[in-house]
C-alpha cells in the first residue's frame, strides 16, 4: 500500500508510471505541508461530467440513470486503480477503502454523490466526491499512510429528484429508514429503487449500514450566495436546516373549455396556483430564514381545451428551527379549506419526510477550522441550506462540512460553476482534517 515502493498506473492522470517513496511516513511535518494537484482534480471533474451532459453545459445524471452507471463504473475504475478496495452496499453506495496502520480504528470517512439534478451542475456532490478522490491520490503519492483508515463514498440518490426522499442511501445507512423501505421506492415511471439498480448492475451484497465509520466530512459548493458576497474561501459548517416534504393532490372536475362559464369551473389548476401563493405569501412572513418551494406540477390528463380536474403537487419547506417548519405546515393546512371550499376542490396534503434541523460535530467542526486556518484561507461559520448526506450522518457518527463557493451562489442549474482555486482550496482542507481526524489520538 503507501509509502511501499509500488508502481501504481497513473493512466487516468498523466499516463506516466511513478513510484512513489518507499518510506512509510505519517509525519505531522510531511502532513501538514501535503497539498492536492488541483489540475487533476479540475481534469476529473471535466472527465466525469461527459456522462450525462447537457447541451447547456451542466448535467443530467439521475440517481442509477444509465449514466450514473457510466459514473460509478469510472469511479471504482479510478479507486481501484489508486489501490483502494471497492465495495457497494444494498442500495448501490460505494464505498472504497484505504488501509490505515490501525486497522482496529473505524474508517474516517469523506465523500458525497454523483447523482445530479435533470437540471443540475458539475459540481453539486461531484466536488465532494472527487476531491476526496484527488486526496487518495495525494496521499498515495507522498507515500502517507494514517493511523486510522479512509474510507472515500459515494452516496446513492442523494439528490431525491427520481426517487423520494432526498438523500435516501445515507438515511438508510443512519437507520432512518429501512434497506426494503428504500428498495420498493418507486419513480414517476413505477420503477422500483430496486429494479434501477439491477438495470445498472449496482445492488450490492454488504448490508446497508455494515460499513464502519468513526467520523464523517463531506465538501460541497455553498449552493447559495454568502461566501461569494463576503469574498471567503471557505465555509465552517455548524449544521444542516430542517426539511419538510410534502405531496399534494387536488381533485376538481374535467369539464369543456369552451361551453363551461368560469363561474361553474372546479379548476384544479387554479386552485393550485392559490395554494402556491399562500405558500409564498407563508415563508415570506417567516423571513428571512424560512424557504417554500411547489417544485413539481402535474395536470393529471392535460389538455388544451379541457378544465384542469385533478393536479398533483410537491412542496418542499425549509427553516433552521423545527418550531418555524412545524408553524409553516400549520399555516399552509390552515390556508387549504377555504381554497377548496370556495373553488368546490378537493385538496389532500400528505407529509413524506422530514428532517430536523442537525447540528455537526464540535470535534470536527473545529479540525475543519483549524485546516483552513493553517491553509490561510478566509473563513466563516454558516448553517447548510440545502440538505446533504452529513445531514444523515451527523446522526450516527463524528460529523461536519466544508463548503467553498459557486458563481452567484448559484445551484440545481446547469450555469453552476466554481473556480479550480476554490476547489483545490476546499480540497485541501478535506485533506488536511482528514488526516487530522485519521492521525488523531485513539478516543
Ligand atoms: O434537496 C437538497 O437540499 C439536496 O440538494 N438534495
Ligand atoms: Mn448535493
Ligand atoms: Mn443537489
Same mark, same amino acid.
Given at each position: ?55 447547456? $453545459? ?177 465555509? /465552517? ?41 399562500? /405558500? ?17 406540477? /402535474? ?76 491553509? $490561510? ?5 454558516? /448553517? ?60
Amino acid at each position: 500500500m503507501a509509502g511501499t515502493a509500488e508502481t501504481h498506473s497513473t493512466a487516468e492522470t498523466h499516463g506516466t508510471a511513478k513510484t512513489y517513496g518507499t518510506a512509510k511516513t505519517h509525519g505531522t511535518a510531511k502532513t501538514h505541508n501535503l497539498r492536492i494537484d488541483g489540475a487533476r482534480l479540475w481534469s476529473t471533474i471535466l472527465e466525469t461530467a461527459e456522462f450525462g451532459a447537457t447541451p447547456a $453545459g451542466g448535467l443530467n445524471r439521475l440517481t442509477l440513470s444509465p449514466e450514473d452507471g457510466q459514473v460509478r463504473d469510472w469511479f471504482r475504475n479510478a479507486c481501484e486503480a489508486a489501490g483502494l478496495a471497492v465495495r457497494v452496499d444494498a442500495l448501490g453506495t460505494q464505498y472504497a477503502l484505504r488501509p490505515g496502520r490501525d486497522g482496529t480504528r473505524a474508517p474516517v470517512a469523506f465523500g458525497s454523490h454523483l447523482d445530479t439534478q435533470p437540471t443540475g451542475g458539475r459540481f453539486d456532490g461531484i466536488l465532494g466526491v472527487l476531491a476526496g478522490l484527488e486526496a487518495m491520490r495525494s496521499l498515495n503519492e507522498a507515500g502517507v499512510e494514517t493511523e486510522a483508515p479512509l474510507l472515500l463514498v459515494n452516496w446513492t440518490n442523494e439528490e431525491g429528484s427520481r426517487f423520494a426522499p432526498a438523500m435516501m442511501a445515507s438515511a438508510a445507512y443512519a437507520g432512518d429508514f429501512t434497506t426494503d423501505e428504500i428498495l420498493a421506492k418507486t419513480d414517476a415511471a413505477g420503477i422500483s429503487v430496486g429494479a434501477a439498480l439491477d438495470a445498472i448492475g449496482y445492488r450490492g451484497a454488504e448490508p446497508v449500514g455494515a460499513q464502519a465509520i468513526g467520523a464523517f466530512v463531506e465538501l460541497h459548493i455553498e449552493q447559495g450566495p454568502i461566501l461569494e458576497a463576503e469574498g471567503k474561501t471557505i465555509g /465552517v459548517v455548524e449544521g444542516g436546516q430542517g426539511i419538510a416534504w410534502f405531496d399534494g393532490t387536488i381533485t376538481g372536475f374535467e369539464s369543456h373549455a369552451g361551453s363551461t362559464p368560469m363561474p361553474r369551473r372546479r379548476d384544479a389548476l387554479l386552485g393550485l396556483s392559490e395554494i402556491a401563493l399562500a /405558500v409564498e405569501r407563508i415563508a415570506l412572513a417567516h423571513a428571512p430564514t424560512a424557504v417554500a418551494t411547489v417544485g413539481e406540477a /402535474v395536470i393529471g390528463a392535460p389538455s388544451r381545451n379541457v378544465v384542469p380536474g385533478l393536479v398533483r403537487f410537491t412542496l418542499d419547506v425549509r427553516d433552521p428551527t423545527s418550531e418555524v417548519l412545524d408553524a409553516i405546515e400549520a399555516e399552509v393546512r390552515a390556508a387549504l379549506p377555504e381554497i377548496a371550499g370556495r373553488r368546490r376542490l378537493a385538496i389532500d396534503l400528505t407529509r413524506i419526510w422530514r428532517k430536523a434541523p442537525v447540528p455537526f460535530d464540535p470535534t470536527v467542526i473545529a479540525a475543519v477550522d483549524a485546516a483552513a486556518e493553517g491553509l $490561510g484561507l478566509a473563513r466563516r461559520r454558516m /448553517v447548510s441550506g440545502a440538505g446533504h448526506d452529513a445531514c444523515n450522518l451527523a446522526g450516527r457518527v463524528p460529523t461536519a462540512m466544508i463548503f467553498v463557493p459557486c458563481k452567484d451562489g448559484v445551484s440545481h442549474n446547469e450555469s453552476e460553476s466554481a473556480t479550480q482555486p476554490d476547489c483545490a482550496a476546499g480540497a485541501d482542507v478535506l485533506l488536511q482534517t482528514v488526516l487530522t481526524l485519521a492521525n488523531a489520538p485513539r478516543a
